[in-house]
């Protein structure tokens, strides 16, 4: 589900939100050993155009960033691990958490102040048969507040979410996908501050299904439901159908 134009509909759906903090802008990677049954990869990420901002705060080692180590295990052909961890700081005006998919408070725990937070990620995928592959992700971030002032500073939170996965090929038709993604977007498990914690669970369920028109054309209608929106029981249930087309020459 890692393609926007081609996987999952949703920007939750496709990838761990523990790749989602200061995600976007320059930085550098290097993999050792990508071919082999294990594997490793470290980043790191500065969002936007910091990393040619001179000012005070800013540029690639002044300001926001994200250090991050990724171990990866291929057993055998069918199943596949992923250990992930970063490191990120993010200045009171870029504070996101989550990368835009998790409730206002897990996207900025403290508000508008700076933030450091440790993120771990597990994920894995099985290739059930030949046409059935079933994945999934959890991830827990430890955020701490860097300033704010006596009333914010040092305080601490943790936010949880994860993601369970099913994709069917070649179903009603050669290069066709059935998917279907559940899971719960991040949410403030704890906070320190006790008024920015999410008190109810908000539930992400999204339907796919890619239809292969040609060589050039892929058409993939799909629905996303998100119940108890904002991790509060009190709003309503969303739904948003869509229909998204691929052209590729």
């Known amino acids: 589900w890692s393609s926007g134009s081609s996987g999952a509909i949703s920007r939750f759906g496709r990838f761990s939100p523990v790749y989602l903090p200061n995600s976007g802008g320059a930085g550098v990677t290097v993999n050792f050993n990508p071919k082999g049954n294990i594997s490793f990869d470290a980043a790191y990420m500065v969002p936007g155009n910091n990393s040619s901002n001179p000012a005070d705060g800013k540029g690639m080692f002044d300001g926001s960033n994200t250090s991050l180590a990724q171990l990866s295990f291929k057993p055998d052909r069918k199943l596949g691990i ?3 961890y970063s490191r990120a700081y993010q200045s009171g005006d870029q504070v996101d958490l989550t990368g835009g998919v998790g409730s206002g408070f897990a996207s900025k725990p403290f508000d508008d102040v700076a ?48 993601s369970a996965n099913v994709g069917i090929k070649d179903i009603g038709g050669a290069g066709n996908v059935l998917g279907v993604i559940v899971g719960q977007s991040p949410k403030v498990n704890d906070n320190s501050i006790a008024t920015r914690e999410d008190n109810d669970t908000s539930f992400h369920l999204e339907g796919l299904y890619k239809m292969k028109i040609s060589n050039s054309v892929v058409v993939t209608p799909g629905m996303v439901v998100i119940f108890n929106p904002e991790h509060s029981n009190e709003n309503n249930t969303i739904y948003v159908g869509t229909v998204r087309t691929t052209l590729k020459f």
């Not at 993120?119 to 992700?137: C, E, H, M, P, R």
């Open 82 to 84: 992923g250990l992930v």
């Open 115 to 162: 933030t450091t937070s440790n993120n771990y990620g597990l994920q894995a995928s099985f290739k059930a048969t030949d046409k059935v592959i079933v994945s999934g992700w959890a991830g827990l971030t430890d955020a701490e507040a860097e300033s704010g002032g006596v009333d914010k500073k040092g305080a601490d939170a943790d936010i949880f979410y994860w």
